[in-house]
């Protein structure tokens, strides 16, 4: 069980899609002080679960951090939207928005030039391109 269990308890039985709370509120509900590093940096509060236990809380009760204020000490618990599954499947809804929309000819290199002859076509070569001529 993380430290941060109390947090993603808090945040399950939360039936509303934002939860603002003070740095202050979130260490009562804790029990401890947050790092000093989640006052100094706002990566601290970044929405990465993988190896980061304070978002993997809020991540598993469904939740991201945002408005993250420093200064203020105080942010906001959004909740993920969840009509594509588990909140850990679920993403911002601009993922996949053009999937379908876009389509490459059989036989096209995209790695490929889009035009091989494109260090001849200026007349004033500077010195960068002297050893393309």
Known sequence: ?????????????SRKDRVPMTFAELENLL?????????????????????HVNAQAWHEA????????LKRERL???????????PSESRHPIFG???????????????APAD???????EDAGPWDRDLK
């Open 31 to 51: 029990g401890f002080a947050l790092p000093n590093s989640s006052r100094r940096h706002r990566a601290w509060w970044a929405n990465n679960p993988t190896g």
């Open 97 to 111: 928005s053009a999937r379908g929309k876009l389509w490459i000819a059989p036989g096209v290199d995209l790695a």
């Open 76 to 86: 906001v618990f959004v909740k993920l939207n969840t009509s594509r599954g588990s």
């Open 1 to 13: 069980m993380s430290k941060y269990e109390p947090l993603t308890r808090h945040l399950r039985t």
């Open 116 to 122: 091989p002859d494109w260090g001849t076509v200026t």
């Open 62 to 69: 469904g939740y991201q951090s945002t408005d993250v204020d």
